[in-house]
């Protein structure tokens, strides 16, 4: 066989999609948009790197501190940004984060702010076209400090500190969200959380995140 003639091209895909991962997010909503947002963010292999749940109380290690700490740091640092119920669990965060872009001009106090986000929340259904959120899911305004930048600020300032102490540290890749519609729905996580530690020996074999 010449080895200098033109080789046939090959137009497949070398993996076929076999390594592709799907995203969680849902297509049709901004992640910038005004909203609450229910959030869990998993430790690498759920390690119980944050301490541990004596009698249905959280006792957080140093690095648990950290984490909950930091969680607090966030609205220093993203202006849009109002936090809600938190705890810090063994393996794992939950939190309700509530993002309310504030355009120049707009005077509210924090708790109208935050009802109002929650109010403007789409109801629309996956895929039936609408845009997410009151503007449109392609508002430049709306991409500055979307949901995902928050969290990769909480996530990679958490492993900075963290590894200055102990090495190894480390989060899931990805984090669980769920969008929040409605005051009943907020109430419901809010519980949730609160009741996290109580429930941690029933619950430490079922996903952290449950779905709501």
């Not at 991962?21 to 909503?29: C, E, F, G, V």
């Not at 984490?67 to 640092?77: G, R, T």
Request: include cysteine; hydrophobic fraction near 30%.
């Amino acid at each position: 066989m010449n080895n200098d003639e033109p080789q046939p091209k090959n137009d497949k895909p070398k993996y076929k999609g076999k390594y592709r991962i799907d995203s969680t997010r849902l297509p049709a909503w901004s992640y910038a948009s005004n909203a609450g947002y229910f959030i869990t963010i998993c430790t690498d292999g759920k390690k119980c790197f944050f301490g541990e749940v004596v009698q249905g109380e959280m006792q957080r290690s140093p690095i648990g501190e950290i984490a909950h700490k930091l969680w607090y740091e966030i609205p220093n640092h993203f202006s849009n940004c109002q936090i809600d119920s938190f705890c810090v669990m063994p393996n794992h965060i939950h939190g309700i984060l509530v993002i309310n872009q504030i355009r120049e001009g707009d005077v509210m106090n924090p708790l109208t702010q935050e009802e109002d986000a929650i109010h403007r929340v789409s109801t629309s259904q996956q895929g039936d076209g609408e845009r997410g959120g009151v503007t449109g899911l392609f508002n430049p305004m709306l991409s500055k400090n979307s949901l995902s930048k928050i969290i990769r600020w909480y996530k990679g300032r958490c492993s900075f500190e963290i590894n200055q102490i102990y090495e190894g540290f480390g989060w899931q890749e990805r984090f669980h969200d769920n969008i929040i519609r409605n005051e009943f729905a907020r109430d419901r996580i809010r519980q949730y959380i609160i009741n996290n530690p109580i429930n941690w020996e029933r619950d430490r074999e079922q996903p952290p995140h449950p779905p709501l």
